[in-house]
């Protein structure tokens, strides 16, 4: 059996933002925002349901998932592979965006509902060692916290490194598929609950028509020509780098040099024989 890449755009917006398999959704919110008791998610609905998109419109299609659970209040999840320097800007400017958008004209204040943002990140971003971080507006002197309507999750799937063996809940089990699952054959023994089952259904490829694998594969090779470009790039800027190392070392071991010459007086057409600096560079040197 073979399973496609759950961190890939599509196949995330597949697996936990289909509007028929929204026990996925609501199982992986709950773990992630350890949510139990009455804050247990029951029910939601989705803003942006999962259709395959057409490869010509993929610069224009949204790919992240919009929730909003029985209470109200809403969530915004989204993959992001690549760090690209803005994603704190980018998950702030999508959470007061999605507040805003929940009044209309002549709405009250006190209809604004709470906004959670939850990423996942296959990169590190920040320097705490911990996979997962939550992030709330407190107050500075006291750490109470009064202003409640924004909250953001992190998860740095690079930082999570559990082997099957250490799996211990629900969260463990949910990023170990994240990351995990296209390099799987069978299902582990471990994901014998019936949501889980539900997912890797979704992720086999076998389930997958050939639209979708059209998409996943463009997208999939799409990220691989990024990924070249960025390493090329980074291995011409080295490489500029050495050479202009290496010029600035033997232009200084030449100043170095006329500079003990001047000292004793040689003539400086000598000093320019000797180190192949300009006249004019070796009269500079005598101020």
């Not at 919110?29 to 349901?49: C, E, M, Q, Y």
């Not at 959470?95 to 296959?122: M, P, R, W």
């Not at 916290?145 to 690079?158: G, K, M, N, P």
Request: overall charge negative.
């Amino acid at each position: 059996m073979k399973f496609v890449d759950p961190k890939n755009d599509l196949a995330f917006k597949k697996i936990f933002g289909s509007e028929d398999k929204k026990d996925i959704l609501m199982s992986f919110l709950n773990a992630v925002l350890d949510f139990t008791g009455d804050k247990t998610i029951v029910d939601v609905s989705l803003a942006n349901p999962y259709q395959v998109p057409k490869i010509a419109a993929l610069k224009e299609t949204i790919l992240d998932i919009k929730a909003t659970n029985q209470g109200g209040e809403q969530f915004i999840v989204e993959m992001q592979k690549k760090d690209l320097g803005d994603f704190v800007k980018r998950s702030l400017y999508y959470t007061s965006k999605a507040y805003v958008e929940q009044l209309q004209k002549g709405d009250n204040y006190t209809e604004l509902k709470k906004v959670y943002f939850i990423g996942l990140l296959n990169f590190a971003m920040f320097e705490a060692e911990t996979f997962i971080s939550r992030h709330l507006i407190l107050n500075q002197q006291t750490l109470s916290h009064d202003l409640q309507d924004f909250e953001f999750c992190f998860i740095e799937l690079s930082k999570f490194n559990k082997s099957l063996a250490e799996l211990q809940n629900t969260l463990d089990k949910w990023l170990f598929f994240i990351k995990n699952a296209k390099n799987l054959n069978l299902i582990p023994p471990a994901f014998d609950d019936s949501t889980f089952q539900q997912a890797f259904a979704i992720a086999s490829q076998f389930q997958w028509n050939e639209q979708e694998l059209e998409v996943y594969d463009y997208m999939r090779l799409k990220e691989m020509d990024e990924y070249n470009a960025m390493q090329l790039a980074i291995q011409k800027a080295q490489k500029i780098g050495e050479a202009r190392g290496e010029k600035m070392g033997k232009k200084q071991a030449q100043t170095t040099i006329a500079k003990k010459l001047l000292q004793q007086n040689v003539a400086i057409d000598t000093i320019a024989l000797a180190t192949g600096l300009l006249f004019q560079e070796i009269e500079a040197l005598k101020d």
